[in-house]
Nanobody, 125 residues
Framework: QVQLVESGGGLVQAGGSLRRSCAAS????????MGWFRQAPGKEREFVVT????????YYADSVKGRFTISRDNAKNMAYLQMNNLKPEDTAVYYC??????????????????WGQGTQVTVSS
């Protein structure tokens, strides 16, 4: 059974930084893309960033480009999201996810079959 366990997150002032971690288990982690999504109150879950199986290719939503960085450590079955220069509009529940199929990265929710529990990130102004 695939499991994703998230850590990190919390409350930070605008301009601050946070680092999210996602620990994966249950299948060969290195074969699958990872992604981060977020859901703000009253809004649909949205794509944030994705990374391919070996970390060689990434894709960012325009809203976070230049501020967030995704990475992965296949030896440790871990994915990370470094969030810098946070803004109040980044406030949301953040989820890590792993793709249904092996290969490149993916941007849509339907392409991800396994999700972490989600963790609140709150950015105060």
């Amino acid at each position: 059974q695939v499991q994703l366990v998230e850590s990190g997150g919390g409350l930070v002032q605008a301009g601050g930084s946070l680092r999210r971690s996602c620990a994966a288990s249950g299948r060969t982690f290195k074969n699958y893309a990872m992604g981060w999504f977020r859901q703000a109150p009253g809004k649909e879950r949205e794509f944030v960033v994705t990374i391919n199986w070996n970390g060689g290719s990434t894709y960012y939503a325009d809203s976070v480009k230049g501020r967030f960085t995704i990475s992965r450590d296949n030896a440790k079955n871990m994915a990370y999201l470094q969030m810098n220069n946070l803004k109040p509009e980044d406030t949301a529940v953040y989820y890590c996810a792993t793709a249904r199929a092996s290969g490149s990265w993916y941007r849509t929710i339907s392409e991800y079959g396994y999700w972490g529990q989600g963790t609140q990130v709150t950015v105060s102004s």
